[in-house]
């Protein structure tokens, strides 16, 4: 079978995300399946060229998965003509530059998000790659969770009929690292580093409502840190000076009202790290990662409130489980797919970077609303 290789510069490829969803579970998987197939029966095969700041790392991680072809020298994979793509999964402060520089190198653009850590970088990147008429996209893994594809049938069938609201709660625990080790880098807690849950969390929360439920008109929200002092991974206390808990209401265009609540400090009782309950006319629907489940008005039970006796419904056992129905795939390799098929002309790619620029954009709207006390609305990211 024929295939077309694609060299893909992978940037930040031993942090978190870089090495465990876009190597090993995205690109490594795609070349254990052979490629990604085309629909003429070639296929795209992926070859990648690792880049990091750390050479002991690099050289260990090249080693391991059997990858000769790593550099430190960005610019250096840049300037090679066989290279296609630049991908980045750098922390977030280091992304406007390096992204900046592989377009200047006329490369088409894969990144994780956020885009940038302002909107108006953000959309001047998205500017800068359209004039340069390379392909760029953003990641946006969410829409491709099983819970969020089988809520998005849902929404495809008409179950609803006329969507209310949309209530999001995401979160967990994320220990301090003192007496426990914590399960995120530091920086995500020091806004001088780029963290902060807002920026993390609302360009996600931005593509789930605008690509399932509409354009976000407005935000409103409430912004904190409940945890003002850590320790990092070196065992050194810290000032925690970035937001670890968002409680926003988005207004979405049709008057659908998304209500949600983002924290790394809550204990988790639900099914699920993130679940959206959406309550339409005709029937409602809780989904998760992985799981969706519905109750139609048909079926809908009468709840009388009645504060002196025990519960007499068993309220969760009234819920039916919407099945898969299909193979649902790693949703960062699914993207990473549609990608690839994007840069070689067979297929379009929805998520660019002004889809980008928008989720950044909610972001630092939200951060506005916090610090004024006020309902902002969310203008038009011109183009
Ligand atoms: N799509 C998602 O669900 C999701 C989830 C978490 C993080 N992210 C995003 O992925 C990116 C990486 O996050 P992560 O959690 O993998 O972080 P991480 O700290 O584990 O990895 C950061 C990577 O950036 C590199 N880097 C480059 N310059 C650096 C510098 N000056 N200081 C520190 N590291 C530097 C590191 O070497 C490392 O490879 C961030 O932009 C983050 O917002 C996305």
Redesign the pocket.
């Known amino acids: 079978m024929s295939r077309h290789t694609v060299r893909i510069v992978v940037n930040?490829?031993?942090?978190?995300?870089?090495y465990r969803?876009h190597l090993l579970r995205s690109l490594l998987a795609i070349r254990a399946a052979g490629g990604v197939p085309l629909a003429d029966g070639t296929s795209i095969w992926p070859e990648l060229v690792l880049v990091?700041?750390?050479p002991t790392k690099l050289a260990e991680l090249a080693e391991r998965h059997d990858l000769p072809d790593w550099t430190t020298d960005l610019d250096a994979a840049l300037a090679r003509d066989d290279v296609h793509v630049y991908f980045d999964?750098?922390?977030?402060?280091?992304?406007e530059k390096a992204v900046r520089a592989a377009i200047a190198a006329g490369k088409h653009i894969y990144t994780?998000?956020?885009l940038a850590d302002t909107a108006a970088t953000a959309l001047e990147l998205a500017q800068a790659a359209r004039e340069a008429g390379v392909c760029h996209g953003v990641?946006q893994?969410?829409l491709f969770l099983p819970g969020l594809r089988k809520l998005k049938r849902l929404i495809d069938g008409g179950f609803f009929g006329r969507i209310l609201s949309v209530r999001g709660e995401f979160g967990y625990w994320v220990f301090e690292g003192d007496w426990q080790s914590a399960q995120?880098?530091s920086?995500?807690y020091r806004t001088a580093d780029g963290g902060g849950i807002v920026l993390?969390m609302f360009p996600?929360w931005h593509y789930v409502l605008e690509d399932l439920f509409g354009p976000v008109r407005s935000v409103t929200a409430h912004v904190t840190t409940h945890i003002p002092r850590r320790v990092d991974e070196k065992g050194t206390p810290y000032d925690a000076t970035a937001d670890d808990a968002a409680y926003a209401i988005f207004e979405l265009a049709g008057g659908i009202v998304a209500q949600i609540n983002s924290s790394w400090a809550v204990r988790v009782y639900r099914d699920e790290l993130v679940e959206f309950q959406v309550d339409g006319t005709e029937g409602s629907a809780v989904a998760g990662l992985r799981e969706c489940r519905i109750q139609h008005r048909a079926t809908t039970p009468r709840p009388v409130w009645n504060p002196d006796v025990p519960v007499t419904e068993d309220f969760r056992a009234q819920w039916q489980t919407v099945p898969d129905n299909e193979h649902f795939d790693n949703g960062f390799k699914v993207q990473w797919e549609r990608f690839l098929r994007h840069v070689t002309g067979h297929g379009p790619f929805p998520w660019d970077f002004f889809a980008g620029a928008r989720g950044v954009q909610l972001a630092e709207l939200g951060l506005q609303s916090a610090r004024e006390g006020c309902r902002v609305e969310v203008p038009e990211l011109l183009a």
């Open positions: 930040g490829v031993t942090g978190r995300m870089g969803q990091g700041r750390n999964a750098q922390l977030t402060q280091a992304r994780e998000k956020p990641v893994d969410k995120r880098p920086w995500n993390d996600h």
